[in-house]
C-alpha cells in the first residue's frame, strides 16, 4: 500500500531524553488555537480560528490551520507549526504517489496509520502534534480521525476538538449534534463551537475557516456565508 517508511525523513540524535526534558517538551504543547471536526451522513466539517500565538504572544493574525491533502480529505493544524507541517507535507506526498501509482484516491485510515507511525517512530522525540484528519473516504464514505503526538489514532464517529480552546468548543458541540444532520446544519455548529472558544480563550481568535468535505469534493466556505452565520447566531 506504501513504500516502506524511512525513519531518515523524521532522523534525531541517537540520544534519549529525561523526565525532565519530556516535560519540557510536552509544556510546549500549551499553544492557543481551537479547531473542530464533524461527521455527517453527507460529509464532514472541519473548522478553525486563524490565530497562532507564541506564549501570551499573538504571532499571526491570519492563519489557515486547514491542510487539504487531497480532494477527498484534509486536516486541522494544532501543535508546534514546523511539527505539523512537515507531518502534513509527507502525508501530502504519500496521497499524491498513492494516487500517480495506483490511479485512486488514498484511503483516509491509511493516511490515519501512517501519520500514527511517523508520530510513533520518532521517539523517544516528540513531534507536537494534535491533528483532525477527516474526508470523503472513496470506500468508507465521510470519516473522522484524531491523532496526538505519541502516534495514538481513533476513529471518531460523531465530532472532535482539539487545542485551548477544545473544552468550550466540545460544550457546543455536545448540546448541538444530532446524527441526522445536514452538512449546512454541521458547518453552522462547527462555526458556533470555534466562535464561542473565541470569546472564552485567549490562544484563539482573529475569524474562523470551515471546509467540507463531501463526495463532490472539497470546499472552503466563504467568509461571508461565515459572517452571516455569525450573525443569525447573535441575532
Known amino acids: 500500500m506504501f513504500e516502506y517508511f524511512d525513519k531518515r525523513i523524521f532522523q ?29 451522513k ?7 480560528d486563524k490565530r497562532a500565538t507564541a506564549g501570551y504572544f499573538i504571532a499571526n493574525k491570519n492563519v489557515k ?6 480532494n477527498h480529505v484534509a486536516a486541522t493544524m494544532c501543535g508546534s507549526v514546523a511539527d505539523v507541517q512537515k507531518l502534513l507535507d509527507e502525508l501530502t506526498r504519500i496521497a499524491h504517489s498513492h494516487k500517480i501509482d495506483t490511479g485512486k484516491p488514498i484511503s483516509i485510515r491509511s493516511l490515519a496509520n501512517y501519520a500514527s507511525l511517523v508520530l510513533f517512530s520518532t521517539r523517544p522525540y516528540l513531534l507536537i502534534v494534535h491533528i483532525i484528519i477527516g474526508g470523503y473516504d472513496p470506500d468508507e464514505g465521510p470519516v473522522l480521525y484524531a491523532l496526538d503526538w505519541f502516534g495514538t489514532v481513533t476513529r471518531e464517529t460523531k465530532y472532535t476538538s482539539t487545542g485551548s480552546g477544545s473544552p468550550i468548543a466540545f460544550g457546543v458541540l455536545e448540546d448541538g449534534y444530532r446524527e441526522d444532520m445536514s ?33 463532490e469534493g472539497y470546499r472552503e466556505i466563504p467568509e461571508s456565508e461565515i459572517r452571516t452565520m455569525l450573525k443569525i447566531g447573535q441575532a
Open 12 to 40: 534525531f540524535p541517537e540520544t534519549f531524553l529525561s523526565g525532565d526534558d519530556i516535560l519540557k517538551r510536552l509544556n510546549i504543547l500549551k499553544t492557543g488555537t481551537t479547531t473542530v471536526g464533524i461527521v455527517t
Open 42 to 48: 453527507n460529509g464532514v466539517v472541519l473548522a478553525t
Open 65 to 70: 490551520k486547514i491542510w487539504k491533502i487531497d
Open 183 to 215: 452538512i449546512d446544519e454541521a458547518v453552522r455548529l462547527a462555526v458556533r463551537a470555534v466562535y464561542a472558544a473565541m470569546m472564552r480563550d485567549p490562544g484563539s481568535g482573529e475569524g474562523i475557516i470551515a471546509v467540507t468535505i463531501t463526495r
